[in-house]
């Protein structure tokens, strides 16, 4: 027994239709906040040109002469003025063995601006009292030396004793209280020369201010060779 197989039905072909959409674009950033940061823009730097360097040739320097100064005129000295004349004194003639500056009635010895009548050897502006000198050793004032220059004699004495040995004159000094010789008194004396070792004592001897006016016996030997 045959049976029949059913025939297949053919197939049916589709169309299919496809439709490409083309993409829309986003839509634009919405606008910034009022009052809210600006955007940034950068800015391009623009490329710094390079400057080409160009050698020169040295120039020749010439040294600056400078014109020589003319020497300045030298100022004229000015006159100087003529002394007063001094007036002349009462006495020109003066008293032996006195200063300059000393005054009538003054003594010999005595201090320029003293009083009349005052102590030798005091001090100016005192009380005017008389203050005793002291006696001391020689070797006690001796220490306060500040000069001491020898005497010197007359060239009639010298030859008159000369080659005669030694001679000696024995003197008490007396000093004040700046240091100055104001008193030479001969206790032994040599004939011929006492003038001349009186005034060189007082002339050339100084001392140390001392406290009180001082005196002392000095022994001078003379040897004329």
Known sequence: MLMATPKAKPEEKKEVELTLLRQLPPPPPPPPPAGGPRP?????????PRKETVLRKPEKIEPIKEEPKKPEPEPEPEPEPEPEP???AENPAGVAGG????VAGGVVGGVVGGTVGGQLGGTLGGTGEVVKPKNVPPFVIQRDVIRQTP?????????????QG??????RICVSTDGQVYEVTAVKSVPGADS?????IRDGWQYKPQKVPVCFLYNIPITIQ
Do not use: M, N, W
């Open 196 to 200: 001349d070792i009186i005034s060189g």
């Open 99 to 102: 200063v300059e500056g000393g």
């Open 40 to 48: 940034v823009v950068q800015q391009q730097r623009k490329p710094t």
């Open 151 to 163: 005497p010197r004699l007359s060239e009639v004495f010298k030859q008159s004793h000369r080659g």
């Open 166 to 171: 030694t001679l000696t004159g024995l003197y």
């Open 86 to 88: 001094t007036p002349a």
